[in-house]
């Protein structure tokens, strides 16, 4: 079982940028699949990125491409969202996620096995 724990979330201007972290530990993060996902206030829990455990095969949500840009360091045991041009609609609490199949970067939130707690991102105008 892997643990995932997220950060450098915070408070940035519209058009500003940020890189997340989510941090694996208890386990080989290489072995897996790993995704983003945000909820807002709200809202259901939605995609955002996912990196397969090569990082050959990277997949985005419409709403985030061009401006995101997920990547990962198996060595590190870290997994990386870059986030640029930030905009309002952003703002909400970012989750990393790991899913066993290590070529699944689809955005069915039921493939993804272990969670971490998640790191706030606010937009302001």
């Known amino acids: 079982q892997v643990h995932l724990e997220e950060s450098g979330g915070g408070l940035v201007q519209a058009g500003g940028s940020l890189r997340l972290s989510c941090a694996a530990s208890g386990g080989t993060l290489s072995r897996y699949a790993m995704g983003w996902f945000r909820q807002a206030p709200g809202k259901e829990r939605e995609f955002v990125a996912a990196i397969t455990w090569s990082a050959s095969i990277t997949n985005y949500a419409n709403s985030v491409k061009d401006r995101f840009a997920i990547s990962r360091d198996n060595l590190k045991e870290t997994v990386y969202l870059q986030m640029n041009s930030l905009i309002r609609e952003d703002t909400a609490l970012y989750y990393c996620?790991?899913?066993?199949?290590?070529?699944?970067?689809?955005?069915?939130?039921?493939?993804?096995?272990?969670w971490g707690r998640g790191t706030q991102v606010s937009v302001s105008a």
């Open positions: 996620a790991a899913a066993p199949r290590g070529y699944f970067v689809g955005p069915d939130i039921n493939e993804y096995a272990y």
